[in-house]
């Protein structure tokens, strides 16, 4: 057993029996597990492939204080701890022999997480992900406002929400959700249990598109945000970012939250003059093993 009153369970509705109030109280910090776990409770083990799924919470005084699960690529989901618990929880899953792939938390749990790791296991952390999470606060729309308006996609759109999900990918380099496309398996993608909005000029023509996650807990997650290279710069992902959360506000949702790449100013700019507030900062590490040599 984990020291400090980790609870580990493979059992996803006693889980959330358990931890469910703690994940609902933060929704926008916990937004990604409050989907993820959602997703393999609604679907199961075949949602996050044949390896079970261990979940683990922090409990003291009847309570619990923090929570980390298996995601479906193998890595380490954890919500946020002290570095002193982050260390703590690295080395004795180390000692049960546990290999995730790598850990994805906000910035200091992760960094520490994967410290301590390396230490214990020899695995090197890399950093493959940060991002910035954003709540909305006051939905204000951009003004000038393009011409044009917004309107849900429907299964006649699919080809198109598909082949600008792939060229999303591309510019993010999220290459297993390309691979994904290619062969043909939109159910296995990230993508494929979204909501989509188009943008469209005046004379109906997609111009820039937003997904959404169904509502969790009070919690709609704007995602992904995509407008065509030669079609920026004139107000459509702003414009439709505004379309997206307003439906999500309208539909009673509490927190609306995004990620935003760190590395583009443009589109941070843009989340925070339509009313998003910066919430935290969030870091994922792959874990290189070393092969033994042969012989």
């Not at 899953?93 to 020899?122: C, K, M, N, Y």
């Not at 935003?260 to 994922?284: C, E, K, M, W």
Request: charged share 20%.
């Amino acid at each position: 057993m984990l020291p400090d009153d980790w609870q580990l369970t493979e059992d996803v509705d006693d889980f959330l029996a358990r931890a469910g109030d703690f994940l609902r109280s933060r929704p926008a910090l916990h937004n990604t597990p409050l989907t993820d776990i959602e997703k393999l409770r609604t679907h199961g083990a075949d949602a996050h492939g044949a390896e079970a799924t261990v979940f683990g919470r922090l409990e003291s005084g009847g309570e619990v204080h923090a929570i980390f699960y298996r995601t479906p690529r193998g890595y380490l989901s954890v919500t946020p701890l002290s570095a002193k618990q982050a260390g703590t929880l690295a080395a004795h899953l180390a000692g049960l022999g546990r290999s995730p792939s790598g850990v994805i938390a906000d910035h200091d749990t992760a960094t520490a997480f994967a410290e301590t790791w390396q230490r214990h296991t020899g695995a090197a952390p890399v950093p493959f992900w940060r991002t910035h999470l954003y709540r909305l606060g006051t939905l204000t729309p951009p003004q000038p406002r393009p011409e044009g308006r917004g309107r849900v996609a429907g299964e006649k759109d699919h080809e198109q929400v598909v082949r600008w999900c792939r060229e999303f990918c591309v510019g993010s380099g999220e290459n297993v959700s390309i691979d994904a496309i290619d062969a043909g398996s939109w159910a296995d993608t990230r993508f494929a249990d979204k909501h989509f909005t188009f943008w469209e000029t005046p004379d109906g023509i997609p111009v820039s598109m937003a997904g959404s996650t169904s509502m969790v807990g009070g919690m709609v997650r704007v995602d992904p945000v995509y407008t065509p290279a030669h079609l920026r710069g004139r107000g459509y992902a702003g414009a439709v970012t505004v379309e997206v959360s307003r439906a999500a506000l309208t539909a009673g949702a509490t927190d609306v939250v995004l990620f935003a790449d760190p590395t583009n100013p443009t589109s941070n700019a843009l989340y925070q003059r339509i009313g998003y507030v910066h919430v935290a900062d969030f870091t994922g590490y792959k874990f290189s093993y070393a092969v033994p040599e042969a012989g």
